[in-house]
């Protein structure tokens, strides 16, 4: 990457009237239609600059110089090199004094080393444009070359981490210790004409972290995301760029370091909520399971009775291959397996079926860093197999990612077939093969004519297998995720004592009506005080309804236990999304 001088203290003092005698004698033309504004994204203390190209050939810079006087003198404070992959059609002032006038006038400078004259005299003045009240919270950035990660810290601790592609062995990152110098939501890449780069935050010279560029409107191609493939700069996933972007303000620190970091432990945040087992079995299945980056996962096993109960846990990978590992459950005890800590499973998609001498109860724990939506579910196992499971919830929009997840712990594979149920009675059909012993994993996401609508889910099986769905999502200030194991039947009647809405909490109810018949609901909401909110709901056949329990008169803030009873056999689940205020 070239690397053009942003700062005053990198340049040589230079006056503008020593340097332009050649623009005088033939040289280039200076750059058109010359502007320069309070940088329009800051909180101060910067000036935005821009220009058209200059009309004359082989230019191979533009020079920015910078008086405090309309008539100078004027000297050199940046220069942007047309081989740099950077705007240099543009520059940002950084380092300014609120409230003084400013004044700027730009050169082009062509392959030969002549200047051309300057344009006429532009100005402005900074002011800060966003005002924030005193903030109490230390942040600062790490961004690790050997892991390719962006680390986001707020008084030490690890709030977000996202992987990153920084430059390659020709065009290297610069490491050291930098900060946020200011924020372009827009960055325009003139060198490749149609190449845009969005959330823009620039750091040194030409540097920046910003989203994977995009070229002529489309979406480059971030598969590469986690090993260097940038021109030197920091590149991120650009469904992510966001946050660390509206995160970060000016001035936040940032250390690029050639090696590992080594945070303090990642906090994680959120909630999650399991029904109760009606009895122990010797026998629990879990679909779900993954120890890849930022996820780790628990086997907990009770044992209430009144001896040692031998317990067996056959992991199933998605190649087919079980790593059996066992252990001895004192009675009245609790049993912790860390799946992350076992040789072979610690980056890996993995469902487990645990085997046991004597009636225990099992569930499973996941506490995770999803691309920075952090949180944790908790699920009990499956007793039993089905060849039927039928899910309610489902979301593939904006910043929710969904998977519905198949165990077939058989010995031979079983054909499955996912009928996707859409609000307005459409039903999209895949089929899917799960290996014997094996672990299936079924983006939702990505099934073209799923990519943002509200679904249910019917499995079928022509072997008996677990199924769970889970789902990760940035929802507004509420990042996070769940998990939970099928329904293997319908039913006319359902409870949920759990209820709770707020302008903190927004609590969903989902149906799903797997027949070829419309369905009507009546769905009671009891209250502490003993009143009675009634709702309808129309279901037609095959099809999913939500009902948002903020929005029901009487019900905009409140605790409520819920009762549903349809003509129909019908599927119900409640999710409930948060920002616990403590």
């Not at 803030?557 to 009873?565: I, N, P, R």
Request: proline share 9%.
């Amino acid at each position: 990457m070239g690397r053009a001088l942003l700062l005053a203290f990198l340049l040589p003092a230079l006056a503008l009237s020593a340097v332009t005698a050649a623009g005088a004698e033939g040289g280039p033309l200076p750059p058109r239609d010359a502007w320069a504004r309070d940088h329009p994204e800051d909180n101060g203390q910067k000036v935005d600059l821009g220009w058209s190209e200059s009309p004359s050939p082989d230019i191979s810079s533009y020079r920015v110089y910078r008086s405090e006087s309309p008539d100078g003198p004027f000297r050199l404070v940046g220069e942007r090199s047309t081989d740099a992959f950077v705007n240099y059609l543009g520059f940002v002032d950084t380092g300014l004094t609120d409230g003084v006038t400013y004044y700027y006038r730009v050169t082009a400078v062509d392959r030969t080393g002549r200047e051309s004259e300057p344009t006429p005299v532009l100005s402005a003045v900074p002011e800060a444009q966003v005002f924030q009240a005193a903030v109490t919270v230390r942040k600062s950035m790490v961004v690790s070359l050997a892991e390719q990660r962006l680390y986001c810290l707020e008084n030490g601790r690890v709030v977000y981490v996202f992987l990153v592609s920084t430059g390659t062995a020709s065009k290297p990152t610069p490491t050291g210790n930098f900060c946020i110098l200011y924020h372009d939501y827009v960055h325009p890449i003139p060198k490749y004409p149609g190449t845009v780069c969005y959330y823009w935050m620039g750091f040194y010279e030409d540097y920046a972290i910003h989203a994977w560029p995009v070229y002529n409107g489309v979406q480059g191609d971030y598969s590469s995301l986690g090993r260097p493939a940038s021109n030197g700069c920091v590149r991120l996933d650009p469904r992510l760029a966001h946050i660390p972007y509206y995160w970060a303000p000016d001035g936040t620190p940032l250390a690029i370091i050639p090696g590992r970091f080594q945070p303090p432990p990642l906090p994680v945040m959120g909630g999650h909520v399991s029904a109760s087992v009606e009895a122990p079995s010797r026998e629990w299945y879990f679909a779900e399971g993954f120890t890849g980056a930022g996820f780790d996962e628990y086997i907990l096993v009770l044992n209430p009775g009144e001896e040692a109960a031998q317990v067996s846990l056959d992991f199933m990978l998605p190649d087919g291959r079980v790593e059996r590992r066992e252990y001895l459950a004192s009675p009245h005890s609790r049993l912790t397996v860390g799946v992350d800590s076992i040789p072979g499973l610690e980056n890996t998609e993995v469902s487990a079926r645990l085997t046991s001498d004597r009636p225990v109860v099992a569930e499973r724990a996941m506490y995770f860093d999803y691309g920075g939506r952090t949180g944790g579910h908790a699920a009990a196992g499956s007793p039993v197999l089905s060849s039927n499971w039928y899910f309610a919830e489902g979301f593939t929009g904006a910043g929710f990612d969904e998977y519905i997840l198949v165990l077939n712990p058989g010995e031979e594979a079983a054909q499955v077939s996912l009928d996707f149920m859409l609000p307005d009675g459409r039903v999209e059909r895949r089929e899917y093969l799960a290996s014997p012993h094996s672990r299936l994993t079924v983006g939702v996401d990505s099934i073209p004519g799923l990519e943002n609508t509200e679904v249910s889910a019917r499995l079928t099986s022509d072997r008996p297998v677990v199924a769970e769905r889970a789902m990760y999502f940035g929802y507004p200030d509420c990042p996070g995720g769940h998990a939970e194991t099928g329904r293997r039947q319908a039913s006319p009647l359902h409870f949920l004592a759990e209820g709770y809405t707020s302008p903190f909490f927004d609590t969903y109810l989902l149906f799903q009506n797997p027949g070829d018949s419309a369905v009507s609901a009546v769905v009671s909401f009891f209250k502490p005080d003993g009143t009675e909110v009634r709702q309808e709901v129309a279901l037609g056949p095959r099809s999913r309804g939500t009902l948002k329990v903020n929005q029901v008169p009487g019900l905009e803030s409140s605790e409520f236990s819920v009762a549903v009873s349809a003509n129909g056999p019908i599927l119900v689940e409640r999710s409930t999304y948060f920002n616990y205020p403590r």
